[in-house]
């Protein structure tokens, strides 16, 4: 993953080239995000402010707002959960994909050689110029799974 200050360039980059402010908001959000490397809701991402910079006032609204322009600068990823909304991640990781849990929410992130190998074989075979992807696989996990089997 990418060192924390280069991140803090990039976003300062980001910022100046359309014409925003550097906020101290701004860069906990991003922090916050760089030190919890799993995938979190705006919400949670307020309860972790909270708990690391308790003396800041940052608001939902501000959350939502920092997180929609680090995604279009792609400072940030998310997966989206349909009505349930978007958790977000850093965007600087190497390549993953994810593995998502129906019941609890989980995200188990892995990497396939293969898998990538064939995404790029079926993307010549139709004459396609893939400049990205990404895969989310639904499902549960081992321990949701087991207690689903258990119901039955």
């Known amino acids: 993953m990418i060192e924390y200050n280069l991140l803090l360039d990039e976003l300062k980059r980001v910022l100046k080239s359309n014409n925003l402010k550097f906020t101290k908001q701004r860069e906990i959000i991003l922090k916050t995000l760089y030190n919890n490397s799993e995938h979190h809701t705006p919400e949670e991402i307020l309860l972790l402010l909270k708990g690391d910079f308790p003396e800041e006032n940052i608001g939902i609204a501000t959350i939502y707002r920092t997180l929609a322009l680090f995604e279009e600068e792609r400072l940030v990823e998310s997966i989206s959960f349909g009505k349930d909304g978007k958790k977000y991640e850093i965007g600087h990781k190497s390549h993953h994909d994810h593995l998502i849990c129906i019941s609890c929410g989980k995200i ?6 293969t898998i990538e190998k064939q995404q790029e074989i079926v993307a010549q075979k139709n004459n396609f110029y893939m400049v990205n992807h990404s895969m989310k696989i639904v499902g ?5 799974y087991k207690i689903k089997e258990n119901k039955n």
């Open 108 to 113: 188990i992130e892995f990497i396939d050689e």
């Open 140 to 144: 549960y996990c081992e321990i949701c």
